[in-house]
């Protein structure tokens, strides 16, 4: 997921886990990666998902018990046991967010199964909210499990743009060659190729445009 | 808890929150969708950031 991607998840985690502060709700997450994809599965997302649910005050009784029959069966968890074990922490909890960054990042073959799991814990607990990352194809499969899922789009806007060129001159490595007037023209000249590039617009072009600055 | 998942998802949130650019994105928290997924009934359950792939986060340490 791209710069912008993974920073929006991100702020948005951080900005409702403070809320966590005043108001009575709990968030979880998982950021997928193509680097381990194979670790990225369903029932490892969902258990993840879990984990941060049920770890906040101590694990429940009832989901002690439901841990225990799982294990009984030995191995490691199924899917149905994870779903279980969320259900009962959720309905426990006043209001549940949950936030998966690059769906896409996910196996193929993964990534209908994790939104039907989702879909199913959103129909048994409407109260819960799903914020989800991803490039724009996979809006299609998000769009077949949740009919009115609404759609950001996000691409770098000249504010974000220039952020990251100060950003990156700030660690310039040799300060003393830079003065105010060639920052000035440096971060002016940037934002404005940038900018025009991402109104002309080739998808790859913009693979490129953060690698320039 | 390992038992339940491998995964860590709050050692990969450190990461990525210690690696973000302060101020990117920040327009994304006052959108009106954003408020409305957030503060909305059940019928506005699910939010999608779409975006194209940028450089990978190692570009950008």
Known sequence: MSLTGRNSSSLVIDRLCDQTKEEDLAVA?????YSIQQEQTVVNIMGAIVKQLVGRDGI???IREAFREAKKVGGRPL???LMRMLRIAIARLPQVFICIDALDECLPKDIPKLLESL???VRESPTTKIFLTGRPHVGDAIHRYF??????PISPNEGDIRNYVETRL???EVPEAMDNRLRAEIV???VDKMSNMYVGVSPLSKMYLLTIA | MGWISPLEPDNRHHTVRTSRFDGVGDWLLET????EWRDGGADQAVLFCSGDPGVGKTHLR
């Open chain 1, 147 to 152: 009919t009115k899922a609404v759609t950001i």
């Open chain 1, 170 to 172: 700030d660690n310039d």
């Open chain 1, 60 to 62: 429940p009784k009832d």
């Open chain 1, 29 to 33: 997450w998982s950021y997928c990666d």
């Open chain 1, 79 to 81: 899917l149905v046991d």
């Open chain 1, 188 to 190: 002016r000249i940037i």
């Open chain 2, 32 to 35: 009106r969708e954003l408020q």
């Open chain 1, 119 to 121: 879909r199913d814990i």
